[in-house]
């Protein structure tokens, strides 16, 4: 007999339209899975409320005295999807053997669960759960995601490829999670970072159940930028680069001008001025881009993360 502790956690703000579906939809999925002796009867969906203002908490309340599969977590205020997810994983990673994070609007398909904990029964540390397809996503999200992931690994931040905050760890990739020190969140960075064995089990994104999206633009470019600005300076390397391209490219014209010159053809002094502000304007973007490097990796520094995660050790 198995005897697995599940934590699901989920961040909710403001979800009271979609909390009393998606709680029955888990309570259904948790009952078989019990029964089925597949987890433990200590697992658990825990909802982490992240300041709503709505009656989010309260439904929590209600769900926590009606059954104790349900248990709550409440956030002093709105600190943002990634920081509660992190609370409620945190908070799971001392009671369970695994936990899976999914959102509360049912875009994450909990019928997939099953198959994501078979995947750690395979031996797996991390499952992702990646979308088969965006029918359901209006044209906009569907193209600026794409495009976030694209730029995301262009730029140095390896992601997992349509795969959100939707998966599985186990109790040790939790735990190594909670080693990385770093205070702006981007969750789905720091896990492939982690590394071990791994799946990925692909799921229909439906649409959201009721109410409406609670990232907005703003907080989705936040997400994207610390997506960037925390895990490479890939970027300042490009203004680096792109500096001294332009310093160089401009020398050789002021060459070519000079050049020109001394063969006693006619040239505009206008033509050599600039040239010579495009060697300065170069020269000034690639020590700005020399700063931003040093800038960028005291900043990987001061985030004290792990310099290795043990998989194994083999000896006698
Ligand atoms: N969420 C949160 N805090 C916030 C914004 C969102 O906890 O400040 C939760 C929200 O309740 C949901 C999940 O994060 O469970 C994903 O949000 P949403 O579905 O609105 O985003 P979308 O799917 O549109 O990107
Ligand atoms: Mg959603």
């Not at 994070?101 to 997939?112: I, T």
């Not at 669960?113 to 797996?124: A, D, L, Q, V």
């Not at 992931?149 to 349509?162: K, S």
């Not at 905050?165 to 939790?174: G, H, N, P, T, V």
């Amino acid at each position: 007999m198995r005897s697995d502790v599940l934590y699901i956690v989920i961040p909710c703000y403001n979800e009271e339209q979609v909390l009393p579906e998606t709680s029955s939809r888990l309570e259904h999925i948790m009952e078989e899975l019990i029964s089925k002796e597949r987890i433990s009867s200590k697992s658990r969906v825990l909802l982490c409320d992240d300041g709503s203002k709505d009656r989010t908490w309260e439904i929590i309340e209600e769900l926590h005295a009606k059954n104790e599969l349900f248990s709550g977590v409440k956030a002093s205020r709105n600190r943002g999807h990634q920081n509660v997810l992190y609370m409620g994983l945190m908070v799971a990673k001392d009671r369970c053997d695994m936990a899976i994070s999914m959102d509360a609007d049912l875009q994450d398909d909990p019928e997939v669960i099953s198959e994501f904990i078979s995947k750690y029964e395979e031996g797996c540390e991390i499952v992702y759960g990646v979308r088969s397809e965006r029918t359901t996503d209006t044209s906009f999200k569907r193209n600026t995601a794409h495009a976030f992931y694209r730029i995301m690994n262009d730029l140095g931040t390896e992601v997992v490829y349509d795969h959100a905050d939707f998966r599985l760890m186990s109790k040790r990739a939790l735990e190594e999670l909670s080693k990385f020190e770093e205070v702006n969140l981007f969750l789905r960075g720091m896990v492939t970072m982690i590394g071990f064995k791994t799946a990925v089990v692909k799921y229909e994104r439906h649409e959201r159940y009721a109410g409406e999206s609670k990232y907005s633009l703003s907080k989705m470019m936040s997400l994207a930028i610390e997506g960037v600005t925390s895990f490479s300076v890939k970027p300042m390397r490009i203004v680096l680069f792109g500096g001294v391209g332009l310093a160089g490219f401009a020398f050789l014209a002021f060459l070519a001008l000079i050049i020109v010159g001394l063969c006693g053809y006619w040239v505009d002094a206008a033509w050599i001025c600039t040239s010579l502000l495009f060697i300065l304007g170069g020269a000034i973007i690639a020590c700005l881009g020399l700063v931003g490097l040093y800038a960028g990796s005291t900043l990987l520094e001061v985030k004290h993360r792990p310099r290795y995660i043990i998989d194994r050790i083999l000896e006698s």
